[in-house]
């Protein structure tokens, strides 16, 4: 015989369930929508300012005082000596610098903080209209260099290593020819395309615009990139996002599903948001560069050539001498294999390595297996070199 008593009870325990949980999912959705920023787990590590100039910042970050901290699940144990040669890490443009402090579990800062690394940042900063005539000189021949002095004189070393991601790779690879700075001991790399020609279809598009460039140029007797002033090109920050987020549409809706199911779980809700904000929080892309990347990258294409102009003379790649150690995405649609791979051949470098490691363009330097190979990689790499 039934007990109607037991099945009104667990009837109204599992209606309360119920209730109980959409009532925890519409309190996580208000929350999402009316205070995002206290979803957001970036930026969460220690530091102090300790260099400014025009837009930039430098951050150097204290070190980790837990004996051990968590990577994607993984315990990782803090080192308690740390590395002679300090590390500068370099972002890219329309990403903020907060990538590389995504969040507590995912944190690449974090990581070589525990692996005894003597960590510093550059923030590129915020631009709007009005630096609208930022170029690579001002990064890289006015920044970049007021960076490594503050930071030789913080850390008492004159060698210094390099790590960036994506154009960050591009400014530190120009720098480095630039400057032929003896003291630039390592660099790393990271999705970073040197031969944009080999880029798939846009490769094709730019070689196209490549030839068409030269007979333009040679019409005008001018650059094409000079016949469009700066302040016409600057692209805000939400329209980059979106070019991001059409590299991968089928991606930008799988993201979205997984943003419905993980309101349910404000833990697993933050990290998405944390994630999501990766690629919809960008900053805009200064119209001066946006002219050096039509005539240097997607016209002259010279950073596959070896030899950059700028500052009103010549940087040649194979100058670079620092040991250089290079990473590509086996899935990566923006930036290819053979892109990036090109490298090696016009560097000078003699301690050179290149590596296809899993992920995209994002994922190989964020994603939850980066911790497992680029990251681990070059700092199992870098180890050797830094002392």
Known sequence: MLNVNKLLNAGKGKAQELVNKGFVIANNAAERVLYKDNLILSDRSDYDVVAEKGLMTLKHYRPITEESINVDGRDIPVSKEQKKVPLVFVPPLGATAQIFDLMPTRSLVR???ARGYDCYLIDWGDPGRSDAGLTFEDYVTDWMPHVFDVVAERSGQKAFSLFGYCMGGLFCLLYAAWSKNADLKNLVTVASPIDVQQVGPAGKLMTVMHHAAKILSRVNNAPVSSLIRPEHL??????????????????????YWDLLTSMGDREELSEHTTMSNWFEDMADYPGGMIQEIISK????????????????????????????????????????????????????????????????HAGVFGGSSASQFAWAMSADWLDSRSN
């Open 111 to 113: 990581y070589y903080l």
């Open 234 to 255: 600057h692209v805000p920050g939400r329209l980059v996002a979106i070019s991001f987020k059409l590299t991968n549409p089928l991606g930008s809706l799988i993201s």
């Open 297 to 360: 990258l997607a016209v002259g294409n010279q950073f596959a050539e070896g030899v950059v102009n700028i500052n009103g003379g010549k940087a040649y790649f194979k100058d670079i001498k620092a040991n250089l150690m290079s990473f590509a995405g086996d899935n990566d649609k923006i930036v290819g294999i053979r892109a990036a791979r090109h490298l090696l051949d016009v560097v000078g470098s003699k301690d050179k390595a290149f590596y296809v490691v899993p992920g995209g």
